[in-house]
């Protein structure tokens, strides 16, 4: 049956994207994460601890009663809402004609990017993303249904307000970033190998597995560095967060100057992507 929820759900996403007449699922775990941290925010780890507890139980105690509905499709469509496909090639694909609105895709600062810099932006935080938004929950949805895909996302929720590494934050999200890190040990290099295969670079794994490891992230570098070699292109690099440069690796052997053009290579992905997964679960429907 997750099969066919997680069929429904993704062409539902890929079809209609957001439903914007209702508040997203995210945007409420967003709403319990600010509350929280007003009231009860301490620089400690178990006050971090105590965070993820109740977020994650507030969303079993929701999404388990709706997940006994026995119709597929109301959960499919419910389903649609964890993953974000059509909403990251969108917003990615906009960038080449607002660059400005990276700003909206990207953690790190982006006043004083320049052009290269917000495609380099772009196409990481596509491959990136691509991870956290689409295949990391359809793994979720598939291996433990709807209950599975949203404590997922609430799990990459909390790292996203949470999980940073600076004073605030250090001990705070600690438990939250943790969590995420294990959450998408899987999924990120599931979709590291998508990468490669659909671009017809799977030779190139080892590298992807090399460049890969540089990361901080246990996770995030792996995505990156398999688009990087798949598109002949050197990403990462020096990359300002909080006022600061942050030295981060290289990832790949290709050329530094991304083009428009690149950015565009990146998003074929997507149609390729869409075909595979689409025609993977119709045959587990089937089967």
């Keep these: 049956m997750f099969s066919e929820i997680a069929l429904i759900a993704y062409l539902t996403d890929r079809i209609f994207g957001e439903f914007t007449f209702i508040r997203h699922p995210v945007v409420l775990m967003g709403d319990f994460i600010t509350t929280f941290e007003k009231r009860f925010y301490h620089d400690s780890i178990l006050r971090g601890f105590w965070l993820v507890f109740w977020l994650l139980a507030a969303v079993l105690a929701l999404v388990y009663p709706i997940s006994m509905i026995e119709n597929p499709w109301i959960l499919g469509i419910i389903a649609s809402t964890g993953i974000a496909g059509k909403m990251l090639y969108e917003s990615v694909r906009n960038v080449l004609n607002e660059p400005q609105s990276i700003r909206y895709l990207v953690s790190r600062d982006t006043e004083n990017l320049s052009e290269n810099d917000i ?25 433990f249904g709807l209950v599975g895909l949203f404590l997922y996302k ?134």
């Design 119 to 143: 495609r380099k932006a772009a196409i990481e935080t596509y491959a990136e993303n691509l991870s956290d938004g689409v295949i990391a929950p359809l793994f979720y949805l598939l291996a």
């Design 154 to 287: 609430a799990v990459n929720t909390l790292d996203s307000m949470v999980g940073y590494r600076n004073e605030k934050y250090e001990k705070f999200g600690k438990v939250s970033a943790r969590l995420d890190d294990i959450a998408n040990y899987i999924p990120s290099r599931i979709t590291a190998v998508l990468i490669l295969t659909l671009f017809g670079k799977l030779g190139k794994l080892t590298q992807t597995w090399h460049y890969g490891a540089l990361h901080e992230s246990p996770n995030a570098g792996y995505p990156i560095a398999a688009m990087a070699l798949s598109l002949d292109l050197s990403l990462g690099g020096p990359t300002p967060y909080f006022g600061k440069i942050k030295n981060k690796p290289y990832f790949g052997e290709g050329e530094q100057e991304i083009t428009p053009l690149d950015v565009q290579r990146a998003l074929t992905l997507q149609w390729k992507l869409d075909t595979l997964v689409i025609l993977v679960l119709a045959a587990g429907v089937l089967a």
